[in-house]
Nanobody, 127 residues
């Protein structure tokens, strides 16, 4: 019913920048909190960032604060993750997800509150 498609991943070097995009289709998009998560090899899936339905509120994991910026364009049904000053430890598969609670802003770091996930985009940062 809902599909999320990530794009923009790739191979970069320490200090480089990259922007991920997540395009949504199938159902309404604008009223949902959206999030980005990542999973490195052998690690659990970790919260990266979230943005409210209006774009007015954002949250970032401590590990990316000051370097990553989440944004959205509801007219394009797209959420973005701008990643600056990339480090080797940022290497992971990045997933876009839709929060199952429309217009909610509570425990946005909790992956169990997200009901639709993209296929993932590989980001590799070499030192």
């Amino acid at each position: 019913q809902v599909q999320l498609v990530e794009s923009g991943g790739g191979l970069v070097q320490d200090g480089d920048s990259l922007r991920l995009s997540c395009a949504a289709s199938g159902r309404t998009f604008s009223s949902y909190t959206m999030g980005w998560f990542r999973q490195a090899p052998g690690k659990e899936r970790d919260f990266v960032a979230a943005i409210s339905w209006s774009g007015g509120r954002t949250a970032n994991a401590d590990s990316v604060k000051g370097r990553f910026t989440i944004s959205r364009d509801n007219a394009k049904n797209t959420v973005y993750l701008q990643m600056n000053s990339l480090k080797a430890e940022d290497t992971a598969v990045y997933y876009c997800a839709r929060n199952m609670y429309a217009m909610s802003w509570f425990n946005v770091h909790d992956p169990t509150r997200y009901d639709h996930w993209g296929q993932g985009a590989q980001v590799t940062v070499s030192s």
